[in-house]
């Protein structure tokens, strides 16, 4: 069976904003959805007691937890997203519930020098050559989630939107 990737905007549970994106196939599978404002993140898969939104909450940081929001409309949990790219960094939530903000952080070269202090496990005389820069990182709003994927160079600039409404 061949599927069509499709998508669409639809309005935001977690602040309303029109900048969420569902992607679905046709025929229909599983939706994928992310808020560009919030940086939440959901699927069809998410709902209350699952096992898949179970696996994620169990490897996801505690911030995360915490910030999990139900969708009473599509019957989902939806969650912070966290993006690693080993090529150009990490896009990760950081602070606690009563005041957080989104984080890049970029990949940084390890000098020759240092690289001795940053052993590859179980490689005996193999050492790692780049590093998230996290001391360094730059903080958004954790409503400017979308600031820090053009950060990172996900996006060039602000979505201005041609995509059909749902």
């Known amino acids: 069976m061949e599927y069509n990737f499709k998508e669409e905007m639809i309005e935001s549970p977690i602040d309303g904003s029109n900048n969420c994106f569902r992607v679905f196939t046709d025929p229909i599978s599983d939706d994928h959805y992310l808020c560009m404002t919030t940086g939440f993140m959901s699927t069809s898969n998410f709902k209350v007691g699952s096992e898949p939104l179970e696996t994620e909450l ?15 409309e599509r019957d989902i949990v939806w969650i912070p997203t966290i993006l690693n790219f080993p090529e150009k960094g990490m896009i990760y939530p950081e602070g606690n519930i009563e005041g957080w903000k989104w984080c890049y952080a970029s990949v940084i070269q390890i000098s020759e020098e240092e690289q001795k202090n940053y052993p590859i496990p179980n ?44």
């Open 123 to 166: 490689k005996e005389g193999e050492y790692f050559t780049s590093k998230l820069d996290v001391e360094n990182s730059q903080k958004f709003d954790n409503n400017k989630f979308h600031e820090a994927c053009i950060a990172m160079g996900l996006k060039k600039k602000e979505y201005k939107g041609n995509l059909k409404k749902a």
């Open 58 to 72: 169990n490897k996801s940081p505690e911030l995360v937890r915490a910030l999990q929001q139900y969708d009473s």
